[in-house]
């Protein structure tokens, strides 16, 4: 077990947190305005609109990239091939599996927190795929060794809110874990005294999940036996799960070679010293996010380590550009791109520094005029839009 998994942030009670938040979320609304973000009228705690932030709408929302409906096009089974680079423009060789089940974990001060646990992983089972989760259900493992990737959810949100990206990446040979932060889900209410505590334990509940699915994978006769190759890690997550990213990947004692917080809140709103990541980040931002505003992207992007981060930008896009539905300010930015540009550019950096693998710096070449206008990848410096 990580020694992580119950630690709360340090220096900071629950109630400081979260008086924190309310007061940052409203100082990266000016700054946007400052900086001339058009959205600056629905900053979430301003105007009451931080209910927008709920991303879980995702029931019946499985990714429909391949046309068998299971997240992939069928492969053999076993590891994938990698004497040929990988294509991350493309959906992987593997079909989809997934199985679900709860962590008994104990949070800061010995209180519990019960997570509810996804895994995504690669199969050659052609059983049809679950609605709600995008892969077929408690199907064999296709080989093994696999990287695996977390991935945290936003605030009032759920495992599957993603289901684009975690299965996408499945269907290229990883294992994806996606697990509940209880206080911060959809059941529980927007800002009540629970989101206060999810931000003390949320990095904890990132670890605990992925120590769960580790210890599957070494028990011989379970689902996920050898599914997981420990030395490769990574790990992801939208809005207060990018905040997540983040935190848990400045904790002194992590497994993760690499992360991608996307749409992440301002740095100002929370106390993570993210300048002691010492792995490679890729931040993922949209111009006209209304929620985590882009400003505040491009400060915790310039907070990293300079040799070791990256920004991804998309121009028009808004908050909901990386959940399966677009449930707000969808006008600007067609969410079919969106997923797109994030699996492409967000696997072909996970491919190079979690999974290892060769032939992906062409898609990690900086360019400020992706598919004319979708996108602009950075890294080291900013140049202001």
Known sequence: ???????????????????????????????????????????????????LLVV???????????????????????????????DPAQTGSFLVGATRFTVDHTGVGGVARPLDVVVW????????????????????????????IAFSHGLGGIPEQSTFFTTFMASHGYVVVAMSHPGSTISDPIMGEGVAAAFVNRPGDVLAAV????????????????SVDPSRMGVSGHSFGAWTTLAVMALDDHPFLAGIPMAPPSPEITPVEIANIGQEVMIMGA???SLAVYPGAVLAFERLSPDKRWLLTFPGADHF??????????????????HRMINTYGAAFLMKFVGGEDGLDTYLETDTNIEDGAGILEAGTHTPL
């Not at 077990?1 to 409203?26: E, T």
């Not at 990386?322 to 969410?335: I, N, V, W």
């Open 1 to 51: 077990m990580h020694a992580g998994a119950g630690r709360a942030m340090p220096g900071w009670s629950a109630s400081q947190l979260l008086l924190r938040l309310l007061r940052g979320w409203k100082a990266a609304g000016k700054a946007a305005g400052k900086t001339g973000g058009k959205m600056i009228g629905k900053i979430a705690l301003a105007r009451g609109c931080l209910p």
């Open 56 to 86: 879980s709408l995702t029931w019946g929302c499985g990714d429909s990239s391949s046309a068998d409906g299971n997240g992939g096009s069928a492969g053999a089974a076993g590891a994938p091939n990698n004497t040929a680079a990988p």
């Open 121 to 148: 992983y690669p199969t050659a089972d052609k059983k049809g795929a679950d609605e709600t989760l995008g892969g077929a259900l408690d199907v064999s493992v296709a080989g093994g060794g696999y990287p695996l």
């Open 211 to 226: 120590d769960a699915v580790v210890a599957r994978s070494d028990d011989n006769g379970d689902l996920l036996s050898g």
């Open 287 to 289: 111009t006209e996010d």
């Open 321 to 338: 550009a990386y959940s399966d539905p677009c449930l707000a300010g969808c006008e600007g930015y067609d969410q079919d791109t969106a």
